[in-house]
């Protein structure tokens, strides 16, 4: 059983009465949770997009701070809007940019991306990146797996670094991968390419140099 602890009792107002949130809080000071009852929230495991560091956070949470450097981490998904100002979106959550926005000057930190529109600018996905309309990087890349669809455009202006990738439609521009670059019946890669497997299905083409992984580049 906890230990019971006691606190001056001051009371602000006349009725004698603790306003409601202090009062819930000296409830929970004093109720008999273990912790094993308190560890049942549902919890996922997340990485700060700040320190690179990993903790656990409840699954159903829209924020966090990072118990090693304290950041805010933002964890609600974003949806772009059109004429949006702020090009800058850091989120343990997912980004959707739809089919009607046409947006530069990006910088995105997230878990899933999902492009419909055309997106150009910085982007470092930890999860799937699936393109269906058009991304062009001019900063930073980087994805857990990157999947170009049928009709997808995605173009690279430096290295991009993939865990894997699939690609349906027409990526220009060079990428690393450690694990396996596919090329499907619609996909069409114009660029070096430096991966462990790499597999073109009939249909598919590839444009370029191809470098096992573990060689130097
Ligand atoms: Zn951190």
């Given at each position: 059983m906890p230990e019971f602890k006691t606190e001056p009792l001051v009371v602000p107002s006349i009725s004698g009465l603790l306003p409601e949130g202090e009062r819930n809080r000296r409830v929970a000071l004093t109720s008999f949770a273990t912790s094993r009852e308190r560890a049942k929230v549902p919890t996922r495991e997340v990485v700060c997009y700040e320190c690179g560091g990993r903790c656990e956070v409840?699954?159903?949470?829209l924020s966090a701070a990072c118990p090693r450097c304290h950041a805010h981490l933002n964890m609600a998904d974003v949806e772009l809007k059109p004429g949006?100002?702020?090009t800058t979106i850091r989120t343990l959550g997912d980004v959707t940019v739809p089919s009607d926005i046409v947006v530069s000057h990006l910088s995105i930190i997230c878990r899933n991306l999902t492009v419909y529109g055309v997106a150009t600018g910085s982007f470092q996905c930890s999860g799937k990146l699936k393109v269906r309309g058009t991304l062009n990087e001019d900063g930073k890349f980087g994805a857990a797996t990157l999947h170009v669809k049928k009709g997808g455009h995605v173009t690279f202006a430096h290295i991009a670094e993939v865990g894997s990738a699939i690609i349906n439609g027409l990526v220009e521009g060079n990428l690393s991968s450690p694990g396996e670059i596919e090329i499907r019946r619609n996909g069409e890669l114009r660029g070096n390419c430096r991966c462990a497997k790499l597999t073109i299905d009939p249909g598919g083409s590839h444009t370029g140099q191809f470098t096992r992984y573990k060689d130097t580049y």
């Open positions: 409840p699954a159903a949470a949006l100002k702020r």
